[in-house]
């Protein structure tokens, strides 16, 4: 398998088709319009708001949002009070990100800018806040947090939010679905924990996110093999990564009973096995985690 970006959720002739139809409605738009093409993963903007407003973090400081893809949080942040500084290395997803902002009225608190992380030098600014949802994963240097450290204000917090490994040495098997996902710079939480540590940062672990992930991605998957079975086109790259790989790599679902899941997800685990549910060792989870820069 290939890159991420060619799963037909992110291909940007897809993010353009659902653009022009909302154009359509003749009325002005607002960020609740753009929620089903705004962000890709689960939870929504629930480990922001938990961190928000548990730590107090001012809002009407200047954040920067580090893989801002289409600009979804970028518009979430402005929206709360901050200046957002945007950044991600796909223009593509950085021109429609400057459009949708334009047509939500928010262009005088955000800009966004073509960078990458592992090359380039993060835009100065003194920030109060960065956002990090789903881009470590894609970043194979994350030297970059040391910049980001002088950066930040007195108390300034990053939020970050992904996939980990669960242990350093996963099987044949194991690495394959990884790879095939386009998760090939996945850590462990630990070393991404120790890497801040040695920085400066102050870091929390909020929380173990792993089964309201695990439920999205199985409702995904669900939703694609119901396509499949009604004859609607699922290109081959969509159904193994997202119906076939995605739900045997996050499978939190023990909560539920055999027949419960069955219920839910007959389709998906018929493809995958009650095994990865029940009995297979877990090798990747995802958590929502907070690095603050104190002194």
Known sequence: ????????????????????KLKLLGRT????DFSSIDLFHPGMHAGLDMLMSEYSLPKDGIALDIGCGIGGVSRYLASCGFTVKGVDINDSFLKIAQEITELVGLSDKITYHSLNLVNDEIPPASYTFA????????????????????????????????????????????????????????RTLESVVSTLQSYGYEVKVLEDISKIWSESIWDRAER???????????????????????????????????EELSNLFPHTLNAVGIKTVYENEKFVNCSRIAAFKRS
């Open 1 to 20: 398998m290939s890159d991420w970006k060619t799963f037909s959720t992110y291909k940007e002739e897809t993010i353009r088709q659902n653009l022009e």
């Open 29 to 32: 738009l607002t960020l609740n």
């Open 131 to 186: 956002n990090m949802i789903c881009v470590l994963i894609l970043i194979s240097d994350i030297s970059f947090f040391r910049d980001l450290y002088k950066y930040f204000q007195i108390d300034g917090a990053i939020y970050i939010e992904d996939y980990f490994l669960i242990r350093e040495c996963i099987t044949d098997e194991e690495r394959k679905y990884v790879n095939d996902l386009g998760l090939t710079n996945i």
């Open 224 to 258: 694609i093999w119901n396509r499949k079975i009604a004859d609607e086109i699922v290109d081959d790259l969509e159904l193994y990564g997202y119906a076939i790989a995605a739900p045997k790599m996050l499978s939190f679902l023990s909560h539920y009973s055999i």
